[in-house]
Nanobody, 126 residues
Framework: QVQLVESGGGLVQAGGSLRLSCAGS????????MGWFRQAPGKERDFVAA????????YYADSVKGRFTISRDNAKNTVYLQMNSPKPEDTAVYYC???????????????????WGQGTQVTVSS
């Protein structure tokens, strides 16, 4: 069974830091792009960050650029999201995803991703 499992969510103060992890199992994700998306209450799911198979190409939403960093460890089948200086407006359920064509540039569209985690709640207090 192919799975992505997020961890590391929780309550953090604005200006602090938090690192989300997403561990894959059931297949190797190393050839595929991986991404993070988030959904706040009453809103649509939005793109946050994406990384290509090699880790050398990364994309970020303008709202998190300079504060969040996506990285991956293919040996561990894991992708990370380092959240620095979070703001209350970053509060959301964060989902990791993987998919697309192997060895291609990452994608900002959720429709390009085939595998999804169950989500982890991040709450940023002011």
């Amino acid at each position: 069974q192919v799975q992505l499992v997020e961890s590391g969510g929780g309550l953090v103060q604005a200006g602090g830091s938090l690192r989300l992890s997403c561990a894959g199992s059931g297949r190797t994700f190393s050839p595929l792009s991986m991404g993070w998306f988030r959904q706040a209450p009453g809103k649509e799911r939005d793109f946050v960050a994406a990384i290509d198979w090699s880790g050398s190409i990364t994309y970020y939403a303008d709202s998190v650029k300079g504060r969040f960093t996506i990285s991956r460890d293919n040996a561990k089948n894991t992708v990370y999201l380092q959240m620095n200086s979070p703001k209350p407006e970053d509060t959301a359920v964060y989902y990791c995803a993987s998919g697309g064509s192997p060895y291609k540039r990452p994608n900002r569209s959720e429709y390009e991703y085939d595998y999804w985690g169950q989500g982890t709640q991040v709450t940023v207090s002011s």
